[in-house]
């Protein structure tokens, strides 16, 4: 019933838009654009009106984003999404399984929204079609916590924002070449489809194949993002996009750690490039997303936006964890197939977005419903193979390939076999006021209800662990710039939810609250003009509570009291001094510690927090004098302290500090571009990794490229 509600309300709009279009004939109101990354626009601007949904300025925000720029992606010789958040503040790159996880604010998350909605899938992608690149701080439950709730933490969210279709025709054709077999071409085409200009398409793609330094592995990635967008008069406007992915690869070698004599990744003297596996044994990435979009002008001071998302991923195939055992001195391989994994979802989300005064008091208000539809279903079976040394001669690398897994897995039954269905139904409106000119207080909440359709076993066709959730999340702001339009103090108060499953206790459901994250953050944001700088100085403090525990007096029994805190300073600068210079820095420092918890754990860093310390920094530089007028020569760097894999009264496990090194030689006329890149300059050999696993980083890889210009 509630789903039919959403839908019919969705549609309503849509039908009114059409009436109201028919009743304006005698008023001509102006399209209020939905943001577009253009050159003379200040990046965090844009992800300031993204990540709030509102009108609103970066010095206006009492929320911190922080942004890989374009002008950052054009300096880059980017081809994948974890080398871009290598300079956002405060990534930390995590676990490096089917879909790479990174740390933010001591909690873990994925790459899962595109554009401001959901467009989680079981692989990052592409960065072809990536204007920039924004990491939202904190939790964000009011504006992103509907299906988002099950994809995002309370450190923060990644949200891609892709190109747009314009109204001048161009081409940019790249190709590109560089280490361990790097192969890759991408297309970008852009046209008016009639002479009007109203209606505009655009199409991004790319083909990437890309070996291992290691003794097997590889991935071959094809992506296609079409887009078009239709201004059917002047107030309104439709778009529709799709996202297409086909990616066949190994994966990362992935080492499960256990306690033992070693205690960090370095005194595990691992063969580096030793794989433990073998290039017939793949995993496939198929995924198809359609995204719609319909702007309507109301009136001058409003506008409804309708947007309509389907996601459709599956993943068949084989990954391969590598356990180490007997004090790391072995190692157990086992297998995971699956026949496949899917995930699909349905979001329609409705938003009224207002700019007005009510007297002299101005106000920037959204408010919206939001349906959305998750299912995760899974066939699979698993098992471990013969133990082999972690160093030295391997037993099975001869025949440890495709035909011999599925001979051994033919006999074995299904270890998963299930499928998972979700609803989420939102209510939620946040206003931007301003009391004084130079003040402005944020006012937002959301009501999430949950309905958790349950576990059904597509074995014994039984459903367990259903159960309904109403998740209450509110979200204050107030900044005030002490001087106009340059410096601006702020402080928020955020809060997100997780459901939380029930657990079963003696043969009986034990129904739970979701699990909440509430963040106190004040701190200063700067804006010179000219690009003069660009800064952003924060501190915070996340308390998690209501997490689930076992009781330690009935290990039958749970208990709803777990507490975690996590505090930190950010630093995040970004300046043009003079015409042809760029200089971004950032550094984070982060605190956190389980509160209420086990007794193996409490008190402790929990793992999978990432590291205390990591920081980042750029510099690219542009002659200015005729005869070196193209060249731009740019170098950078990453610092990444050591990450807990493991972390309890027992002992502790974790990687190794690491720094890397880029740099990046370009030369750029009118018509075309030549880049020489390289990454990880210094060939550090590091470890990264979470959810008490560990991988080698990729070595020194040196890119050629070169970019046609139509």
Do not use: C
């Not at 601007?45 to 992606?73: C, F, G, H, W, Y």
């Not at 009011?142 to 747009?164: D, E, P, Y």
């Amino acid at each position: 019933m509630k789903k039919k509600f959403f839908i019919a309300l969705a549609l309503v709009a849509s039908v009114q838009i059409y009436a109201q279009e028919k009743d304006s004939i005698e008023k001509k109101y102006t399209l209020m654009d939905e943001v577009i990354i253009e050159g003379v626009r200040k990046s965090k601007d844009v992800s300031s009106e993204l990540a709030s949904k509102l009108p609103i300025k970066n010095l206006e925000n009492p929320q911190v984003t922080a942004s890989v720029s374009p002008q950052l992606i054009k300096n880059r010789n980017f081809y994948t999404q974890g080398e871009m958040l290598q300079n956002a503040t405060g990534v930390v790159p995590s676990w490096a399984g089917i879909s790479p996880y990174y740390s933010i604010r001591g909690f873990r998350t994925r790459s899962s929204f595109r554009n401001g909605v959901n467009g989680y899938v079981a692989s990052d992608m592409d960065p072809v079609s990536i204007a920039q690149l924004e990491v939202i701080k904190g939790p964000s439950a009011v504006i992103f916590g509907g299906g988002g709730s099950t994809m995002i933490t309370f450190g923060g969210l990644i949200n891609r924002i892709t190109v747009k279709p314009q109204d001048k025709a161009f081409a940019n054709i790249s190709v590109l070449g560089g280490s361990y077999d790097l192969q890759r071409t991408t297309l970008d085409v852009n046209s008016p489809l009639d002479k009007d200009g109203k209606i505009l398409a655009r199409l991004t793609g790319a083909y990437t194949y890309k070996g291992s330094f290691q003794d097997q592995g590889f991935s071959k990635t094809f992506f296609a993002a079409p887009s078009i967008s239709y201004k059917v008069n002047n107030q309104m406007k439709i778009q529709l996009d799709a996202e297409i992915l086909n990616k066949t690869a190994t994966n990362n070698s992935l080492y499960q750690v256990a306690l033992g004599n070693a205690k960090s990744s370095e005194e595990l003297n691992l063969d580096y490039f030793h794989s433990f596996q073998d290039n017939t044994v793949t995993l496939n990435n198929k995924a198809v997303n359609i995204y719609g979009k319909i702007i309507y002008q109301l009136s001058p001071n409003w506008k409804s936006e309708t947007n309509l998302i389907s996601i459709n991923n599956k993943t068949p195939g084989d990954y391969i964890r590598l356990r180490l055992d007997d004090n790391s001195q072995n190692v157990t391989r086992r297998v995971y197939r699956m026949y496949p994994e899917n995930i699909t979802s349905q979001q329609i989300q409705q938003d009224f977005v207002g700019n007005f005064n009510i007297g002299k008091i101005k106000n920037r208000l959204v408010t919206g419903v939001e349906y959305y539809h998750y299912l995760y279903a899974i066939s699979s079976k698993s098992m471990n193979f013969t133990k082999v040394p972690a160093t030295g001669t391997d037993s099975q690398n001869a025949y440890f390939n495709n035909e011999y897994i599925a001979a051994q897995l033919a006999s074995k039954p299904y270890g998963e076999n299930y499928k998972a269905v979700q609803d989420h139904y939102s209510f939620y409106i946040s206003d931007v006021i301003n009391p004084l000119e130079n003040l402005s207080l944020m006012l937002s909440a959301r009501i999430n209800h949950i309905d958790n359709k349950g576990t059904q076993d597509l074995l014994t066709a039984t459903t367990t662990a259903d159960y309904k959730q109403t998740a209450i999340s509110p979200k204050l702001g107030i900044n005030y710039q002490i001087i106009p339009e340059k410096i601006a103090l702020f402080a928020n108060y955020m809060n997100g939810f997780q459901a939380q499953a029930p657990q079963s206790v003696n043969g009986e459901m034990t129904n739970f609250q979701p699990v909440y994250g509430n963040q106190w953050e004040s701190g200063v944001k700067i804006s010179l003009q000219k690009n003069l700088l660009d800064a952003v100085l924060s501190y915070y403090n996340i308390d998690v509570t209501n997490v689930v525990r076992q009781d330690p007096n009935n290990t039958a029994s749970y208990l709803q009291d777990g507490k975690q805190n996590s505090k930190g300073f950010e630093a995040d600068l970004e300046s043009n001094p003079i015409k042809g210079l760029f200089l971004h820095a950032g550094l984070a420092y982060n605190d956190s510690k389980l509160i209420v918890s086990d007794a193996l754990t409490q008190g402790l860093r929990p793992v999978d927090a990432g590291p205390k310390l990591s920081g980042t920094w750029y510099i690219n530089y542009a002659p200015q004098s005729k005869g070196l007028s193209g060249f731009s020569l740019g170098l950078g760097g990453s610092h990444y302290g050591k990450d807990l894999i493991i972390n309890n009264t027992n002992g502790s496990f974790s990687t190794d500090a690491y720094t890397l090194i880029n740099s990046v030689l370009s030369f750029e006329k009118t018509g075309y571009v030549f880049s020489l890149s390289a990454n990880n300059l210094l060939n550090e050999h590091y470890w990264y990794g979470g959810r008490g696993m560990i991988t080698p980083g990729m070595l020194r890889e040196v890119i050629l490229s070169f970019k046609l210009k139509l």
